[in-house]
Nanobody
């Protein structure tokens, strides 16, 4: 059973930054694309960023382009989400996913105050 453990969430003021981490319990991490999703209260879960195996190809939701950066360190079995210029609309629980393997983390809460 693969475990994904997110960390790095918290409370930040608008305009601030946070860096989320998601550590996988297995080295098969390196062959999978990884994604970050978020779910705000009363809203559907949405993908905000993804990164293919190899770490070269990334994709972002329009709402976070230019502010969020996804990266991965295969030596550490970890994927990151650097979030800059945060807005109150970014408030949500953030989840990482091992894409196509259907493994999810437990989520980390991000709250952005205005």
């Amino acid at each position: 059973q693969v475990q994904l453990v997110e960390s790095g969430g918290g409370l930040v003021q608008a305009g601030g930054s946070l860096r989320l981490s998601c550590a996988a319990s297995t080295s098969i991490f390196r062959i999978y694309a990884m994604g970050w999703h978020r779910q705000a209260p009363g809203k559907m879960r949405e993908m905000v960023a993804m990164i293919l195996h190899g770490g070269i190809i990334t994709n972002y939701a329009d709402s976070v382009k230019g502010r969020f950066t996804i990266s991965r360190d295969d030596a550490k079995n970890t994927v990151y989400l650097q979030m800059n210029n945060l807005k109150p609309a970014d408030t949500a629980i953030y989840y990482c996913e091992m894409i196509d393997a259907d493994y999810w983390g437990q989520g980390t809460k991000v709250t952005v105050s205005s």
